[in-house]
């Protein structure tokens, strides 16, 4: 059996989420296709992302208290289940949003299990025997071998860390809907997951356009490498795909959006506000042909893909580093929005 000690830093309730409390943590039932992780980073716990904040708050709902957040999660492999194929003990491996789905449906089976029907998030879920989710902010994680991405040389944990949510999240799409040399696309918000989409947009060879209504972030935008900032003139009919990681729903020119893509453009939404889109019509998808969609983290081979990206050209996310005690202040100051771009979480639980 395991010797790693299950701890983490969990929110006690909705109304508490400014302080954190250390609390022992029970992993998920050992299967033989599990890994275990000593944890050294996470984006909670090497990062803090924005849905931190959203089910601490539970702006998205009611969740299971105490509860652990960070979905985010580097570190060091400290036991292999023997079914498992493409880690060993030693290795250095992350956890993304997802842990778990059923492994044999449709999209499990091509590379799809991102979207797997009964996909298990990573903390305020539920396992199939009952078993509550319990995130990154912690000292150690359990997970289905599916769940857990191999890190190339080249990329270091905490910048790893950062990107199995964040920028996985936007690299999926961009991959998708075929972000390259020729396309022009839009990165709307720029923020922890939006500056992923210059950084990536640009390394696939696509020029780049990054939409902020903060200007403050305009030198920013410009040292990422976006090749355009200023929207004075119109850019009606230009964009081959927009990318919104926008998580507040009010006020959003999703109308204005939709007009600037190219004939069957494709605006994708990764961004998850806790209030509905604003209201379209059929006339707004009408003149160009236009898709509307959304997008769900990326699969383990676009995490391979994506990490391996980051390795051949360098890429570098733009993060601040804290150790894992402060989570709480981290927690405090991304809902002020007091963050450039991501945060990432130490570990310090020893």
């Given at each position: 059996m395991s010797?790693?000690?299950f701890?983490?830093?969990?929110?006690l309730?909705?109304?508490?989420?400014g302080?954190?409390k250390?609390i022992?943590?029970?992993?998920?039932t050992w299967k033989?296709t599990d890994?275990?992780?000593?944890?050294?980073h996470c984006?909670?716990?090497?990062r803090?992302?924005?849905?931190?904040?959203?089910t601490i708050?539970e702006?998205w709902?009611?969740?299971?208290?105490?509860?652990v957040v960070g979905?985010?999660i580097?570190?060091?492999?400290?036991r292999?289940g023997?079914?498992?194929k493409?880690?060993?003990?030693?290795?250095r491996a992350?956890v993304?949003a997802?842990?778990?789905?059923c492994?044999?449906?449709?999209?499990?089976?091509?590379?799809?299990?991102?979207?797997c029907?009964?996909?298990v998030l990573?903390?305020?879920?539920?396992?199939p025997?009952?078993?509550?989710?319990?995130?990154g902010?912690?000292?150690?994680?359990?997970?289905h071998?599916?769940?857990v991405?191999?890190?190339?040389d080249?990329?270091?944990?905490?910048d790893a860390?950062?990107?199995l949510c964040?920028g996985?999240?936007?690299y999926s799409?961009l991959?998708?809907?075929?972000a390259?040399?020729g396309k022009?696309?839009?990165i709307?918000?720029?923020g922890?997951?939006g500056?992923y989409?210059?950084?990536?947009?640009k390394?696939?060879?696509a020029?780049?356009?990054?939409f902020?209504?903060?200007e403050s972030?305009?030198?920013?935008?410009?040292?990422m490498?976006?090749?355009?900032?200023?929207f004075a003139?119109?850019?009606a009919?230009?964009?081959?795909?927009?990318?919104?990681?926008?998580?507040?729903?009010?006020?959003m020119?999703?109308?204005?959006?939709?007009s600037?893509?190219?004939?069957h453009?494709?605006?994708?939404t990764?961004?998850?506000?806790?209030?509905?889109?604003?209201q379209?019509s059929?006339?707004?998808?009408n003149p160009n042909?236009?898709?509307?969609g959304g997008?769900?983290v990326?699969s383990?081979?676009e995490?391979?893909?994506m990490?391996?990206?980051?390795?051949e050209k360098g890429?570098?996310?733009?993060i601040?580093?804290m150790?894992?005690?402060?989570?709480?202040?981290?927690i405090?100051?991304?809902?002020r929005?007091?963050v450039?771009?991501?945060?990432v979480?130490?570990?310090d639980?020893?």
């Amino acid at each position: 059996m395991s010797q790693v000690e299950f701890k983490g830093y969990a929110a006690l309730d909705g109304q508490s989420w400014g302080g954190l409390k250390v609390i022992d943590i029970k992993p998920k039932t050992w299967k033989e296709t599990d890994v275990e992780i000593t944890i050294t980073h996470c984006g909670r716990v090497a990062r803090v992302c924005g849905s931190d904040v959203h089910t601490i708050t539970e702006g998205w709902g009611k969740v299971p208290f105490p509860l652990v957040v960070g979905h985010e999660i580097v570190g060091k492999v400290t036991r292999v289940g023997s079914e498992v194929k493409d880690l060993k003990v030693g290795d250095r491996a992350g956890v993304g949003a997802l842990i778990g789905g059923c492994y044999s449906c449709r999209a499990c089976r091509s590379d799809n299990e991102n979207y797997c029907p009964r996909s298990v998030l990573t903390y305020a879920d539920r396992y199939p025997d009952g078993m509550v989710t319990q995130g990154g902010y912690a000292s150690a994680i359990r997970a289905h071998e599916q769940f857990v991405f191999p890190i190339p040389d080249g990329v270091e944990s905490r910048d790893a860390a950062s990107m199995l949510c964040g920028g996985l999240t936007i690299y999926s799409p961009l991959k998708r809907n075929g972000a390259g040399p020729g396309k022009k696309v839009g990165i709307v918000g720029i923020g922890g997951i939006g500056h992923y989409g210059i950084l990536f947009g640009k390394a696939m060879g696509a020029e780049v356009y990054a939409f902020t209504h903060d200007e403050s972030k305009v030198e920013d935008i410009k040292k990422m490498g976006a090749d355009h900032g200023d929207f004075a003139k119109p850019l009606a009919r230009t964009l081959d795909l927009i990318i919104s990681t926008r998580d507040v729903a009010e006020g959003m020119p999703l109308q204005q959006y939709l007009s600037m893509l190219w004939v069957h453009g494709k605006f994708i939404t990764v961004g998850l506000p806790d209030g509905p889109l604003p209201q379209l019509s059929a006339f707004d998808l009408n003149p160009n042909g236009c898709f509307l969609g959304g997008s769900r983290v990326g699969s383990k081979r676009e995490a391979a893909e994506m990490l391996g990206l980051a390795a051949e050209k360098g890429i570098r996310p733009w993060i601040e580093e804290m150790p894992m005690r402060e989570a709480a202040q981290a927690i405090q100051r991304l809902k002020r929005n007091d963050v450039r771009y991501r945060f990432v979480l130490t570990q310090d639980l020893v």
